[in-house]
C-alpha cells in the first residue's frame, strides 16, 4: 500500500499489542521506520516504573523483526522526542499507530502542515485486549496483572 511508513513506542516488555502494530506496519509499508524511545527522552517523560534500557528493547524488537523475514525492511531510530523522523523525513508515505497514540499522528500531521509538508495518511491499529477485555500494556504486565500475551495471572 506504502513504500516507506514511520511508527514509534517505547516497546517496553514487547508484547501481543506491540507485535499487532509492528504486523500492521510491515503489511501497509514496503519499508518501515521504527523509532524507539531513547533512554534520555523516557527520563524526560518522568516514567514511573522501570523501563528496561533502549539497548534491551532494540535487541528485543530486532530479535521479533529478524524472526518474522523484517529486520531487512527496518529502519530502527532512537527517538529523542514524541516526533521523531516524521517532521523531517520526506521520504515517509505514513505513519502507523495504535487507537491509544492516534492524536499524536494528529498532531504530527498540524506541525507537518505549519513546516509546509503534506499530512501522512494515518493507519490506526486497534487496541488488543487482554483475557479481562482491556488494553493490553507493558505497565500491566509490569504490575503483574497480565502476561505478554494478556492472560491474566
Given at each position: 500500500m506504502f513504500e516507506i511508513?514511520?511508527?514509534?513506542?517505547?516497546?517496553?516488555?514487547?508484547?501481543?499489542?506491540?507485535?499487532?502494530?509492528i504486523m500492521k506496519a510491515f503489511e501497509v509499508g514496503s519499508h518501515v521506520l521504527i523509532g524507539i524511545c531513547?533512554?534520555?527522552?523516557?527520563?524526560?517523560?518522568?516514567?514511573?516504573?522501570?523501563?528496561?534500557?533502549?539497548?534491551?528493547?532494540?535487541?528485543e524488537l530486532k530479535t521479533f523483526l529478524r524472526k518474522n523475514g523484517f529486520?531487512?525492511?527496518?529502519?530502527?531510530?532512537?527517538?529523542?522526542?514524541?516526533?521523531?523522523v516524521t517532521l523531517f523525513d520526506k521520504r515517509i508515505d505514513a505513519i502507523v499507530v495504535s487507537e491509544e497514540t492516534e492524536p499524536r499522528a494528529r498532531e504530527i500531521n498540524e506541525k507537518r502542515k505549519s513546516l509546509g509538508l503534506s499530512p501522512?495518511?494515518?493507519?490506526?491499529?486497534?487496541?488488543?485486549?487482554?483475557?479481562?477485555?482491556y488494553?493490553?500494556?507493558?505497565?500491566?504486565?509490569w504490575f503483574e496483572e497480565i502476561d505478554r500475551e494478556g492472560h491474566l495471572l
Open positions: 511508513v514511520a511508527m514509534g513506542g517505547t516497546f517496553d516488555m514487547l508484547h501481543s499489542g506491540h507485535r499487532a502494530l531513547s533512554d534520555d527522552f523516557l527520563k524526560k517523560l518522568r516514567k514511573s516504573r522501570g523501563i528496561v534500557s533502549y539497548a534491551q528493547r532494540l535487541e529486520l531487512e525492511r527496518a529502519e530502527i531510530t532512537p527517538l529523542n522526542d514524541a516526533y521523531g501522512l495518511p494515518i493507519v490506526t491499529v486497534k487496541m488488543v485486549l487482554s483475557e479481562d477485555h488494553p493490553i500494556s507493558s505497565t500491566r504486565i
